[in-house]
């Protein structure tokens, strides 16, 4: 099925760094999600993004919905040892009727060095 | 309960054997979703329940895959037959908006 492109595909840093991921797609979404997922767990969800352009935070976390529709980016400040995971973006389209299916991006594995 | 629930955690099935997967939505959700994760991808969508009512099933892989929500809460995901290709983790998600809260998932392993 269709993923949309995240990139990078994994990430090693030092505690205290910031962090960058993006997402990109060919088709416009009218909702960006990002997730964390820990090995054995669901993915939990950290910031929802709903209008073009709208930039949000949730303390350490600021993702942006970009303005194409097309793409969006999620970046971490001062990294800790908890941040260790899987992120995934994921969007939502208004399209065909089905603005209830989820599309992922494959994930950015973080890894962050004491 | 407070999240979304799924049982059981972990399941092992010799192929050709049938099972089924359970998911204790959020209380009060209206939609229900079931993805399907494969080993280092992110989830893709298997089929949608609004209430009781399976209102999209395009993901499903094959017939032999069937899911069901009699009564609008609890659902149940089965799959006849099972493939090892039907290893996997499965996720279930509810949802009262445009947000999907995920369960722990079920990790799959037909051997």
């Known amino acids: 099925g269709q993923q949309l492109n995240q990139s990078p595909q994994s990430m090693f840093i030092q505690e205290g760094e910031d962090v960058s991921m993006n997402c990109t797609s060919s088709s416009i979404f009218n909702t960006w999600l990002w997730y964390k997922q820990d090995p054995g767990e669901g993915p939990v969800l950290l910031i929802a993004l709903y209008k073009a352009g709208e930039l949000t935070s949730n303390g350490r976390l600021t993702a942006q919905f970009g303005i194409t529709r097309k793409d969006s980016f999620l970046n971490i400040s001062a990294s800790i040892p908890s941040d260790v995971g899987i992120y995934f973006c994921?969007?939502?389209?208004?399209?065909?009727?089905?603005?209830?299916?989820?599309?992922f991006g494959k994930g950015t594995l973080l890894t962050v060095n004491p | 309960g407070a999240g979304v629930s799924q049982s059981p955690r972990y399941k092992v099935a010799k192929r050709g054997q049938d099972v089924a997967l359970r998911c204790d939505p959020i209380?009060?959700?209206?939609?229900l979703f079931w993805y399907q994760q494969a080993l280092g991808q992110g989830p893709e969508f298997l089929t949608y329940f609004q209430n009781e009512a399976q209102l999209d099933k395009s993901g499903l892989p094959s017939d032999r895959f069937f899911a069901e929500r009699p009564e609008g809460s609890v659902s149940t995901l089965k799959i006849q037959r099972t493939q090892q290709e039907d290893s996997a983790v499965y996720l279930c998600?509810?949802?009262?908006?445009?947000?999907?809260?995920f369960g722990p998932g079920t990790r799959l392993t037909v051997l």
């Open positions: 994921a969007g939502l389209r208004n399209s065909g009727g089905s603005n209830y299916k989820l599309t």
């Open positions: 209380s009060g959700h209206v939609s």
């Open positions: 998600a509810s949802s009262s908006s445009r947000e999907q809260f």
